[in-house]
């Protein structure tokens, strides 16, 4: 299958690469005791999802017709939607519902008061 998602194994290639090439020359035990491991973890993460994404992205195709410009008219739509053109999602910083306070881009929950961040889309909490 050619197509816009088989790029996605460029990024894949280059963090396999990077954790390969910092083995050669001994970097990794460099690393903080568990990092080597967490790169590992988080690229067969990213494996299953690029498969995941290919077959999702294949199974449309069948049943609906749609064609690899309309993927990429999407991507770009979505892309521009924090008025960037960098294949980015750029996430924006949140207000705690409860107490008021700040909400890290990387946590779920407020770290002050524990109020769980709401959500507004299915991916949002990925």
């Given at each position: ?7 996605m194994n460029v990024?894949?290639t ?17 690393l ?5 491991r967490?790169?590992?973890?988080l ?10 994404n290919m ?10 017709g749609?064609?690899?410009?309309d993927?990429a008219g ?9 008025g ?10 949140k ?9 890290s881009?990387?946590?779920?929950k407020c770290l ?6 709401l959500t507004?889309?299915a991916?949002?909490?990925?």
């Amino acid at each position: 299958m050619n197509s816009m998602l088989d790029g996605m194994n460029v990024h894949r290639t280059s963090l396999s690469e990077a954790v390969e090439a910092g083995r050669a020359i001994g970097r990794t035990e460099a690393l903080p005791a568990g990092v080597a491991r967490e790169i590992e973890m988080l690229a067969e993460r990213l494996d299953k999802l690029i498969l995941i994404n290919m077959a999702l992205w294949s199974l449309i195709q069948e049943k609906t017709g749609l064609t690899e410009e309309d993927l990429a008219g999407r991507i770009q739509e979505i892309d521009l939607k924090d008025g960037v053109a960098d294949a980015k999602i750029t996430r924006t910083v949140k207000q705690c519902g409860n107490c008021g306070r700040t909400i890290s881009k990387r946590h779920n929950k407020c770290l002050f008061c524990g109020s769980q961040v709401l959500t507004e889309t299915a991916l949002e909490g990925i």
